[in-house]
């Protein structure tokens, strides 16, 4: 493992080591004694990204976002799943002799990403806390936040836990200079691309990635190794204000009230049962209606109306989905669209809708002067819901261009938006 570790530090920090070149971002890796501040959750990944940069010389520091305030549930403090996180922080940055500090963003965390996603909920959308939580906090608020490095002809640079890759490449207007790209991390089934989507290409800039030539196993023995506290600890799931034991539904409806609304199966026309609120269904999700003799899904949704539609079978139709329109589409690279997306032909790219899924072949367009684009997929998709993330990778599927959401979609048998 030893071996290991030195191979895997030595080819991340030789990948880029031509940092005397002019770039568009002054210089494109850390130097001896810059200032380097690793984001912190409590988990295994972030530990092993701290470890990793204390072996280098750098002036290393950490820091914990506290982005979720439980006394908004509970009114106390007490027995909160951050002070656990906290605890493990500083018992890592202890063991590795680095300072740490911890940042309260619960407002921002509010005002950026909790409020905005509440009302989508409300209004019968999907949308995607995690994405913006790397836009507007890790990448947004806790920059603004971080320490000034003492030297001022460098910047402080910024570290996760993330299973990414960052390179540099040259600008197709100036070979001169050299723009960071965000590209898919060695670990396929760990890779977080589509959750880093949304930062801008400045964030991306002073990001550092240095597990994204490791496996997840890589990773966990490293932290053995090393006899870290949280080698063992278990991953966490789902999203981050709804708690680790919390229930999405029971959470969301302590924030919005009930709405109820009919229920109707698109093969009878006829209403079949009462929904409590549309945020309480995604398209594709199972409708668990009893009598009906074959299990139902969720076509859907008419905000309008307050209404839910569904259809009996896994397989209708009236699931799938050949075209979706989405808006808010922004490219890390913001003044260099890919050739091709405005075009009649299209730009031939790879596109995500979820973290899990493995990305499809398809076409975007685009508009000049727009933020707004069409994909066309190759192969007809399930389950797409308004609200969505789409995220966009180039023709070889590696490099990550940047992400929108999903306003509605075109089923197969349609010439108009279904949502």
């Known amino acids: 493992m030893a071996i290991c570790l030195r191979h895997s530090l030595a080819q991340y920090f030789r990948r880029a080591s031509v940092h005397t070149l002019s770039t568009q971002h002054d210089y494109i890796r850390p130097r001896k004694g810059d200032s380097v501040v690793v984001g912190m ?3 295994v990944d972030s530990s092993v990204t701290a470890k990793l940069l204390a072996d280098q010389d750098y002036d290393l520091s950490a820091v914990y976002m506290r982005n979720w305030d439980t006394r908004d549930e509970s ?4 027995g909160c799943e951050w002070e656990k996180d906290w605890e493990d922080v500083q018992r890592v940055c202890t063991l590795l002799d680095i300072p740490c500090q911890m940042i309260d963003l619960s407002r921002e965390y509010w005002n950026r990403v909790f409020e905005p996603s509440l009302r989508q909920w409300e209004d019968g959308v999907t949308p995607n806390p995690d994405v913006w939580c790397n836009k507007e906090i890790k990448f947004g608020a806790l920059l603004e936040h971080l320490p000034t490095s003492s030297n001022l002809s460098s910047k402080t640079w910024f570290a996760t836990g993330h299973y990414a890759r960052k390179r540099w490449s040259k600008d197709p207007w100036n070979f001169k200079l050299h723009r960071p790209q965000l590209l898919r991390a060695a670990d396929t089934i760990k890779d977080q691309t589509y959750f880093l989507a949304g930062i801008s290409e400045d964030g991306l800039s002073r990001a550092l990635f240095p597990l994204g030539d490791l496996l997840k196993s890589q990773v966990r023995e ?16 789902g999203i981050c204000f709804v708690g680790k034991k919390g229930k999405f539904g029971d959470f969301i409806s302590s924030y919005i009230p009930p709405n109820p609304g009919p229920m109707i199966d698109l093969s009878t026309g006829s209403t079949v049962a ?12 199972g409708a668990r209606i009893s009598g009906m003799k074959e299990k139902a899904f969720v076509v859907r949704k ?24 989405v808006t808010t589409f922004s490219f890390i690279w913001a003044d260099a669209p890919p050739a091709g997306l405005h075009e009649p032909t299209g730009y031939r790219s790879h596109v995500k809708l979820m973290h ?7 076409y975007i367009f685009g508009s000049p002067g727009t933020d707004e684009v069409t994909i066309k997929f190759d192969d007809s998709m399930s389950g797409i819901s308004p609200g969505q993330v789409a995220v966009i990778y180039d023709t070889g599927g590696e490099w990550c261009l940047g992400c929108g959401v999903i306003t509605d979609t075109v089923p197969l048998d349609e010439e108009i938006p279904c949502s």
């Open 274 to 285: 009462t929904h409590q609120g549309l945020w309480n269904y995604t398209i594709g999700q």
């Open 41 to 43: 959750s409590g988990g």
């Open 356 to 362: 899990k899924m493995k990305s499809v072949m398809c």
């Open 222 to 237: 490293i932290a053995k190794h090393h006899h870290l506290p949280t080698a063992e600890r278990k991953e966490s799931m």
């Open 75 to 78: 009114g106390t403090d007490k």
């Open 302 to 325: 008419d905000i309008e109306r307050n209404t839910i539609y569904i259809a009996p079978g896994a397989d209708n139709p009236l699931l799938r989905c050949s075209t979706i329109h």
